[in-house]
């Protein structure tokens, strides 16, 4: 018969120790909240600067999207873009989930909400870690313990300073199971739990979990080398962590294909290491940044990685600890070291942050420099017969030093905004539609645009985009062409002109104080339209004064020099497209041309989208330095434009066949183990 053990008094305490590391940092946020009056106990919002201008907009477009049936692209910006690579890199959290559910006047409380179950969730996680790879330690210790170092997990420096970052803080709160999974790895148990958070981590957001990929290996070889493992051993753990780690990647390549192919086009895939060696800060102001109640560095400053005074101390304890092994130190020293040297050389900054210097908000890879100080400080705690009246002033100054550096800091520091900010224009955005039953499309934009991106905040058809995956051709055309921009490479912000309210099919204009005026534009011409070839002879990158870009375009569109905007409107208005279907990513219609040349539309070229004209695929071409074009004979055209996110088949393909490769061998690991009779107890 099966033998049965019963539960130790320290198993009892795991859920209690767990609460309290879920609770505390719950209590402490909710009190911040309540006391900055922030929603749902008052006006404000965390939703401020990106919160502000970029993810809370693109979680309106991508709710919105996802009930409609269509992910893959959205007009709502820069005239058209690939929604799919952009949900990937910024709100693919399956936190958001409830959003789909939930009436839109709770959605901005929901949000505000969100941040403080990610911060709880996180100390719950790493308190678990801690639990998981300290089996033996007593429960006295570890009620202790555990829940102060989760405390100063939760609510560390990074944490404040980027609460505001909604994308990221869904990896941070993964690592510790990832990491736990990497264990589970090294003791020879399933690799489930490391595949899987991986996998999610990944899914969820591209970018930080770049640099949680890159920390994963180093953590492996940290566990590989800090005790006497035979070689052996080793390499079976290296392919199980390999595989695994493949596995992981190639679940999610349905998300990381098109986000990478995406971003491989933006202005910032084409900037390089400069080539010089030299350090991001000196010495003292680093250091300074371990100190309780510092400045929290939002812009082109130094790095957010308080966890406490106590915690950096104690990484010397360790260092001098008889109950720690020489082997255990070195290698300790030499990780610590390294991310500490990665983070203030101008090298390190660059490969951390995905082979590109990041613009404002500096070294993003700091939580992971706090999660690794964290790990030690709790293994010397956990190994260490320090006095009882010591340890408890240890943990004390943990939890006070956690506690009242992120009061101070939240107060002072966290940015918000006023809920009727962002919700201001919603009234006038419930009443007007930018289509009508004779407009089966139309754009829509702002004489004054206050933040790039309305059209993905109140839904409709616009220009103006604020987007870390906008294309490098995207920004250089609307900068040559004299728009404004908020930030530098990956925004815009709409400029409106008569040519290019025509060329980009603007039929509503938004005026007033309030936005409550609407003008109806009548000089628009259709989103697709026959022009000269001699369009494909305006190139954005040659422009030397942008405020004659406009009319440099007019006039190759027009293959006529200096006309006039009525004269060439009047021209390129006989060869219109008539829609008759018009869906996100298919379009329908005809055209009836009294020339031959080129089929110009006001959609970015993306290689995503194909053009049949009369049945037949076109060979698409690029022309203006950005929009989707081919060429057109003379005569009567049935035109079908139908779009596919640019590696997701294939990703698609990876992901299920990596799926189902994972579920075989855990299922084959497993039974091997039972065989062996390494799964459970025996039977006797």
Known sequence: MNTIQKRTKNDKTVPLTLALSFTVPATVLLICFAVCEIAPFGDRTLCSMDGYSQYYPMLMTMTEAVKNGEPFYSWNGALGFNLWAQSGYYTNSPLWLPLYFIPHSFQLSYIN??????????????????????????????????????????????????????????VVVLLPLVILGIHHIKENGSPLLYIFTLFISIASCFYISFMVCIFVVLWFFFLMFKEHVPWKSRFKCAVNFGVSSLLAGGMSAAVILPVYKALSLTKASDLGFEGVLEANYSLKEFLLRILPFQKTSLEYDLPNIYCTLTVFILFFFFLFSKKITRRHKISAFIFVTFMFLSMCINLGEFVWHGFHYPNQLPARQSFLVIFLMLTLAGEYLVLSNMKKKHFYTVIGFIFAGALLNFSVQFSRDVWTSKVNSLQKYESVMENFTASDDDDIFARMEWTDVKKNNYPQQYNYKGISYYSSTMSGDAYDFFQQTGMDRYAKNVSVRYKQSDILNALFSVRYIMSG??????????????????????????????????????????????????????????????????????????????????????????????????????????????AAGYFLSCPIKKGNHEITMKYTVPGIKIGAVISVISFMAAICWIFIEQRIKMRNGKYGNEVR
């Not at 678990?128 to 405390?151: C, D, E, M, N, Q």
């Not at 027009?558 to 009047?570: I, L, Q, R």
């Not at 329908?588 to 070229?605: A, M």
């Not at 993306?606 to 053009?611: H, L, N, P, Q």
Request: proline share 2%.
């Open 113 to 170: 909400l969100s941040v403080l179950f990610r911060l709880s969730l996180g100390g719950l996680f790493f308190c678990l870690y801690l639990i998981r790879t300290h089996k033996g330690v007593s429960y006295k210790k570890s009620i202790r313990i555990f829940p102060a170092l989760s405390l100063a997990w939760a609510l560390s420096g990074y944490m404040t300073a980027f609460m505001n970052q909604l994308m990221w803080t869904d």
């Open 513 to 622: 104080e309030h936005g409550g005026k609407i003008t109806e534009n009548e000089n628009v011409l259709s989103l697709g339209f026959v022009c000269a070839e001699s369009v494909y002879v305006f190139e954005p990158s040659r422009i030397k004064k942008p405020e004659l870009g406009q009319q440099l375009l007019w006039d190759c569109l027009c293959d006529k020099s200096f006309t006039s905007f009525s004269e060439g409107y009047s021209l390129l208005s006989q060869n219109q497209l008539q829609l008759t279907v018009f869906d996100t990513d298919y379009i329908e219609g005809t055209l009836e041309s009294n020339r031959s040349g080129v089929f110009f539309t006001s959609v970015p070229y993306d290689e995503g989208w194909e053009i049949f004209i009369d049945g037949e695929k076109q060979q698409t071409k690029k």
